[in-house]
């Protein structure tokens, strides 16, 4: 019996942030006395890797190594106010908070260090953990030693707030016409499929998927972004619902024995590439990237079946029954 | 009943009662922290842990079957202070995010070497069928266990 | 990627990584404190219906059981969630009073000394239901003569008269979002071809490999702390403060890593039921779902259908787009209107149609209230755009590449919703994707680019 190949695409765009705006993000930067600083913040580590990814940007920021710089997350004690680890906001506004504190505290440091070496703050430069006389790489301190020395000689706390808030947008209600978003991320997904004629089962053999994320803070964990959001996917095209007969409520899934979620084995093989196209209201040119990854997925694999076996199947999943259907229907 | 097994190399005795699950007795009676609640009813993998050497659902063990045994859960794989391969490979192979499956996956992944050290793609995706994991795509668990396979 | 930072661009290892692979990572689950009690709830088995009578009696007596909460235990009553930062109404009760609008809303929880007490206990509470006829069908939901099951007439959120946290309160509303621009009416009759298309994904389930687990400690001077695996520590604060009338600033939310959200523990759930047991009865109260609860009960992805309508010229170009999305919402808002305008706003994809008219229905049926899951509404969107786009393609004879290339938008133009575009990147990643893929693009699409 036939199997059948085919080929689908999918290009798409996610915007960043909650829609419409007014979602404000703070963060408190404290430096300790040995030369670390913690990160506050109200943003939550899922697994995403914030933790790692908003300690990079404190880290640029101030001029710290990152080795130096913790993120403490999800306590309301600590943290000031965050709206929520949601719509790919969180590196775009937290980032941009902690670009401003992260600012608040090179000054501090600068001004600090500039007393201690005798010169004007405006001739020090600060990069890596390291404060420097600009053209004089000899002349320097480290950022350790002059964060304990303003807090046990000069005096100084070594503290930056940052804040960061998309003004809420106004919406006509006869038009919608409103500013949704800060800004688009990219994507474009093509998908190679083997349709089984005999069977209705979809295999997914390959995906090509290319994102613009306006700056990767951490090329590794957009990577695990992509892969994951491949399988997540490929989950919603192939097998995953909670209701099957859906409108009704019956066979509802109530366990992973009917709500079937890919294994390993399921991965297809991916080729993937990262660009960049800094936007200027983001840290660093940095764009949300966590949910774009999972968006395009779906329906580049049924753009594949429908070119397989040249029907549309339209409801997902597209399951084995659903794609025998669409075969019977065609003949 | 009183029930006394190794856990990750120390003896410890608890009450349980008969209908207990290992994993029940782990989590909320010891307070075991390296292994996860995920279903409890063995469909997610992430309650794996090791008794006597080999791969069992806590949750689908009943408490008394430890009576004795050696439990290991994935905080009992390092030795004197020095992570295990499995532990390096998926260190180095970035094979988790939110880290919930990942001891489960660490587990089934030590079981299958131990008893196949160069194993198929086939047999590598039958081993980890049974571990859900929703975060990583697999890939990079995948590479962790391919890297530790020796070459045939 | 670029030389240009010391530390961002770099690839550097998720700092968790080490607590993963050892078992070190603290998760909710493992919070305990000494005599900490457990949470059961006792759900309705029904879809929809009025609750005549509730009897805890025999539970009560259950050796264990500490207390057995109802809606009169709860200082006031209404589960906030978004309602706080506008978007509402607060239509959805913490535990429920008279009546039940999903098969296993929860109608009252047993607090006992362990899991299996309150199970147990929990199956001995008794609820008389009166059943009604459930709404399931998002359509019958939107006709005239639907049984309404929300408080406000119509079984569709309205839009435009305050309740959307957009608008002002006094205008006239209608039952759904509208996104307008242009002359869609002139753009259909220009067309050389009209092509249309129905889609719908049904709900999907977050499922992560971490249900949800809630610890609630209360602690001296009437403050209390919640450990919980929440996305928006703050969004629990501010409701269970709320709902149990005290400062915020007397609750500690504490989320340590989360195994997993995915928009599936945005929505404070669970958390205020355990924070009023924990008040109630002075001690530590722990809330660990089942994973039935978690298909069953946790949010989902809402299902969603949308019927898109294409007018488009013979050499390639989308005059005009019309659309109607449909959104379940389930039986309560949650931040359902949210995602409908998000979704709404975004049906002309990466493209540029000058001509538009969309209406985005917020629908309410007697099912599992649905809410955020990643890509919140534009998963769906992208998902029938891209599949309109394809009927689109074939209908013109034209290559799926080409036809994309052609309509999407570039910097300058505007959306529908009137927004300059300034961020435009498509045309570039296609033509690194096909490129990966081994595509051999022809030049005249090769030459295009998001700037003009």
């Keep these: 019996m036939a199997r059948l190949r085919g080929r689908g695409i999918a290009a798409i765009c996610y915007p960043t942030g909650m829609n419409l705006g007014g979602d404000p993000s703070q963060t408190v930067i404290v430096a300790q006395p040995d030369g670390k600083f913690i990160v506050n913040v109200a943003s939550v580590e899922l697994g995403q890797g914030l933790r790692t990814a908003l300690a990079q940007i404190a880290a640029e920021a101030i001029g710290a190594s990152v080795e130096d710089v913790e993120v403490r997350f999800g306590d309301t004690q600590t943290a000031p106010h965050d709206t929520g680890t949601f719509a790919s906001r969180t590196t775009h506004r937290m980032g941009n908070a902690i670009v401003k504190a992260g600012q608040e505290i090179r000054q501090i440091l600068l001004d600090v260090a500039s007393k201690i070496l005798e010169v004007s703050p405006q001739d020090l430069e600060i990069g890596n953990g390291k404060i420097w006389v600009r053209g004089v790489p000899d002349k320097f301190l480290t950022v350790k030693h002059v964060v304990n020395q303003a807090q046990f000689v000069y005096n100084t706390p070594v503290v930056g707030k940052g804040h960061y808030v998309k003004p809420k947008s106004d919406v006509d209600p006869d038009t919608g016409e409103s500013d949704p978003h800060s800004t688009m991320a990219h994507g474009c997904i093509v998908a190679d499929v083997e349709v089984d004629a005999e069977t209705g089962v979809v295999t997914v053999l390959q995906i090509y998927t290319v994102y613009e994320v306006g700056r990767a803070i951490n090329p590794k964990l957009v990577e695990g972004q992509i892969i994951g959001g491949m399988l997540m ?4 095209a192939l097998t995953e619902t909670v209701y099957p007969r859906y409108p009704e409520l019956t066979h509802q899934a109530t366990s992973f024995r009917e709500y079937v979620l890919p294994t390993a084995g399921d991965a297809p093989k991916i080729v993937y590439k990262i660009v960049e196209s800094p936007t200027e209201t983001g840290p660093y040119g940095a764009k949300g990237v966590g949910e774009m990854v999972a968006n395009g997925i779906a329906p580049a694999i049924v753009n594949a079946v429908y070119d397989a076996i040249g029907v549309q199947i339209t409801e997902l999943p597209i399951t084995p029954e659903k794609v025998l259907k669409a075969l019977r229907e065609k003949q | 009943m009183r029930i006394k097994f190794k856990l990750d190399g120390e003896v410890v005795e608890v009450d349980a009662k008969h209908t207990d699950t290992l994993l029940k007795i782990l989590k909320d009676k010891l307070g075991v922290g390296a292994v996860h609640f995920g279903c409890g009813e063995g469909t997610c993998g992430a309650c794996i842990v090791l008794v006597n ?13 430890v009576d004795g045994k ?11 202070g020095e992570l295990s391969e499995i532990q390096k490979a998926f260190l180095e192979n970035d094979a988790a995010q939110c880290g919930y499956c990942t001891p489960g996956m660490i587990l089934i992944a030590k079981a299958l070497l131990d008893r196949n050290p160069s194993p198929s793609d086939e047999e590598i995706f039958d081993a980890l069928a049974g571990n859900l994991c929703r975060c990583t795509g697999y890939v990079p668990i995948i590479n962790a266990i391919k890297s530790l396979s020796k070459k045939r | 990627m670029s030389g240009q930072f010391a530390a961002v661009s770099a690839p550097i290892k998720n700092v968790q990584l080490l607590g993963h692979v050892t078992g070190a990572t603290q998760y909710v689950d493992e919070i305990s404190f000494p005599g900490m009690l457990w949470i059961k709830a006792v759900r309705s088995p029904v879809a929809r219906g009025k609750i005549k009578k509730i ?3 025999r539970a009560e007596k259950v050796p264990g059981v500490i207390k057995i909460i109802t809606a009169k235990d709860v200082p006031n009553n209404i589960h906030v969630n978004m309602a706080g930062i506008g978007i509402g109404p607060p239509d959805e009760p913490v535990l429920p009073e008279d009546e039940v609008k999903y098969k296993g809303e929860a109608i009252c929880l047993v607090v006992a000394r362990d899991e299996e007490t309150a199970l147990k206990a929990a199956q001995l509470v008794e609820v008389e239901i009166e059943e009604l006829p459930p709404v399931l069908d998002m359509e019958e939901a939107l006709k005239p003569d639907a049984p309404v099951i929300t408080k406000w007439g119509i079984n569709a959120f309205i ?29 259909f009759k220009q067309a050389d071809k009209v092509v249309k298309g129905s889609y719908i994904i049904p709900p999907i389930e977050h499922a992560p490999i971490e249900p949800h687990v809630c610890v609630a400690k209360p602690e001296h001077g009437g403050k209390l702390t919640i450990y919980t695996t929440t996305q928006a520590p703050y969004f ?13 600033s007397n609750i500690r939310v504490i989320a340590p890593a989360v195994g997993g959200g995915f928009g599936g523990k945005v929505d404070p759930e669970f958390e205020m039921q355990v924070a009023v047991a924990a008040m109630r009865v002075g001690r530590p109260v722990k809330w660990r779902w089942t994973r039935e609860e978690e298909f069953t009960i946790s949010t989902t992805r809402p299902a969603i259908k ?13 005059l005009g787009r019309r659309a109607r999305l449909l959104h379940d919402s389930g039986a309560y808002t949650r931040t359902s209107p949210y995602g409908v305008i998000k979704a709404t706003v975004n049906l002309s994809g990466p493209y540029h149609i000058p001509n538009v008219y969309y209406e985005g229905y917020c629908v309410y049926t007697n099912r599992q209230p649905s809410s955020a899951m990643r890509g919140y509404g534009v998963f769906e969107v992208s998902y029938a755009v891209e599949l309109q786009m394809e009927r689109d393609a074939r209908t013109l004879g034209l290559d799926s590449w080409e036809f994309r290339f052609k309509n999407a938008y570039r910097n300058g133009q505007v959306t529908a919703t009137g927004r300059p575009i300034d961020d435009a990147y498509l045309v570039e990643v296609m033509k690194e994707a096909a490129s990966l893929a ?5 030049s005249h699409l090769l030459q295009m680019s998001s700037w003009g």
């Excluded at chain 2, 791969?55 to 009943?62: E, F, H, I, Q």
């Excluded at chain 3, 008269?161 to 307008?180: E, I, N, Q, Y």
């Design chain 3, 438 to 442: 081994g595509v051999k693009l022809p």
């Design chain 3, 306 to 318: 949308i019927e898109i309508e294409d007018a488009l010229s013979k050499d390639g170009l989308i």
């Design chain 1, 233 to 236: 996917g490929l989950g919603a």
């Design chain 2, 53 to 65: 050497g080999r791969p069992r659902y806590s949750c689908l063990t009943l408490a008394g079957y």
């Design chain 3, 55 to 57: 009897d805890t009696s």
């Design chain 3, 159 to 187: 839009y435009g008269s305050g309740m959307d946290g957009a608008t002002k309160p006094g205008r006239p509303g209608r039952p759904f979002f509208l996104v307008r621009r242009g002359d869609v009416e002139t753009a």
């Design chain 2, 70 to 80: 050696e439990v290991t859960t994935v905080a009992g794989l390092a030795h004197d």
């Design chain 3, 236 to 248: 629990v604060r501010d409701n269970v403060a709320t709902i149990l009338n005290i400062p915020a």
